[in-house]
């Protein structure tokens, strides 16, 4: 079936004329990859609402606590099971802002995005309201320090879509809550950028911050870079994916906002971006030629997620010019190909399960629980690019592992100093 459309697709546009190399490659990407969907914005779309859905809308029902899953990992240690209800909306909500933060249209897409929106806002402000069933835990254990912080950069990330539109009773009810973690330091790694860039939030909305929290998890992880592109975490390189689950972009982002408020120098956050770039063009070519990547280190059953470096330098328009929007649209899309269409990833009413690839409980961390998987939508962040940005209207590409096994040029890498 997908070799005759593919055929079919050759023929019609050889049919009018001399075909070039680009058109050939377009009609095979649509015959043979996209299956249903028109094109790989309408599979983007389409999955990160099947993803973020269940979450958003039953919150917005205020069913999320009676109706999500608890799927924990098997050597889950003794914090309470209560956090991942937060977990989920503080990482659903990162990662859909950019997209629901685009103007409404006619299109299905915005039908999705609308209802997403919608959804998204009457459950922040059931969700804070202490008589809610799914009232969020702030109060018990350290975790809420890290999904504060999500939905910190959620509010950051689209303030007009997520931010302004809450009742202003659900705004001092969150405000309070993130104050309320003043009283639990964060653990001497990354977590410092979880407290950096709630007070981030706090100082953009004008409330009272924390001066010391911000500056100390920028400063911290200043002291800890090793080089090209890499932070470690702690003092020690962690070779793993939290260089892009956290670290560059909650450092960009909170940079930005100190920037902006003069409480940074601007040499600061462009030499922080120049850093996430660099880290960007290692995690483009560490996509394999057929659309996979390494399950290397902690938390693997973030999926996705692992690519939020990447997604966000795509979505800013500052991908380095080595590097074309179509190769990291292709990547990505055959990422997310491979992995969500595996059977077991998602259960029976489309929640996530416990797994990279499929139902693979035993893979989990000890902190690891069904609301942790929500990290997936953080590589969905160029959905906040309009459909008729050069990353969804330019021709298809081989990303460079794709370019460099098939025998094709690709550019040389090499080590940077900064």
């Not at 299956?35 to 599979?43: A, I, L, W």
């Not at 059931?126 to 809610?132: E, I, T, V, W």
């Not at 470690?232 to 070779?239: E, Q, T």
Request: a neutral charge.
């Amino acid at each position: 079936m997908r070799r005759r459309k593919f055929i079919e697709a050759m023929s019609f546009a050889t049919a009018a004329g001399v075909v070039s190399s680009t058109q050939l490659l377009a009609a095979e990407y649509k015959a043979n990859r996209l299956g249903p969907y028109r094109n790989d914005r309408e599979y983007w779309c389409e999955l990160l609402y099947k993803i973020a859905s269940p979450v958003v809308s039953n919150l917005a029902s205020g069913t999320l606590k009676k109706n999500m899953p608890l799927e924990k990992s098997p050597t889950f240690d003794s914090r309470s099971l209560s956090v991942t209800y937060l977990e989920a909306v503080g990482r659903t909500y990162a990662g859909i802002a950019p997209w629901i933060a685009l103007p409404d249209d006619n299109t299905r897409e915005a039908v999705l995005r609308k209802k997403l929106r919608a959804d998204a806002i009457t459950g922040l402000n059931k969700c804070f309201d202490p008589s809610s069933p799914d009232l969020l835990n702030f109060s018990k254990d350290y975790q809420p320090i890290v999904d504060s912080a999500y939905l910190a950069q959620a509010f950051l990330r689209a303030p007009k879509a997520l931010w302004e539109p809450l009742d202003s009773l659900t705004k001092q009810r969150i405000v309070s809550s993130f104050k309320s973690l003043r009283n639990r330091k964060p653990f001497n790694s990354n977590w410092l950028l979880f407290g950096a860039i709630t007070e981030a939030f706090l100082l953009s909305i004008g409330e009272e911050y924390d001066h010391v929290r911000i500056t100390n998890g920028v400063d911290s992880l200043n002291d800890w870079y090793k080089g090209d592109g890499w932070y470690g975490d702690g003092p020690n390189l962690a070779f793993d994916y939290y260089n892009s689950f956290v670290i560059h972009p909650m450092m960009v982002d909170t940079l930005r906002i100190l920037v902006d408020h003069k409480l940074a120098e601007e040499k600061s956050y462009e030499l922080a971006l120049i850093r996430m770039q660099r880290y960007a063009v290692g995690q483009e070519r560490m996509i394999s030629p057929e659309g996979t990547y390494p399950p290397i280190g902690r938390s693997i059953t973030y999926r996705t997620g692992a690519f939020q470096a990447l997604s966000q330098i795509a979505l800013m328009e500052k991908l380095p010019e080595s590097i074309l929007p179509a190769q990291v649209r292709c990547a990505l899309t055959k990422v997310k190909q491979n992995m969500y269409s595996i059977p077991g990833t998602f259960d029976k009413n489309n929640w996530l399960t416990l797994g990279f690839c499929g139902h693979q409980p035993d893979i989990a961390d000890y902190y690891t629980s069904t609301g942790s998987l929500y990290m997936a939508t953080l590589s969905f962040l160029p959905l906040g690019l309009p459909e008729t940005n050069l990353f969804w209207t330019q021709a298809p590409a081989d990303w460079t592992a794709k370019s460099a096994w098939s025998g094709k040029s690709f550019q040389k890498d090499y080590h940077v100093d900064y």
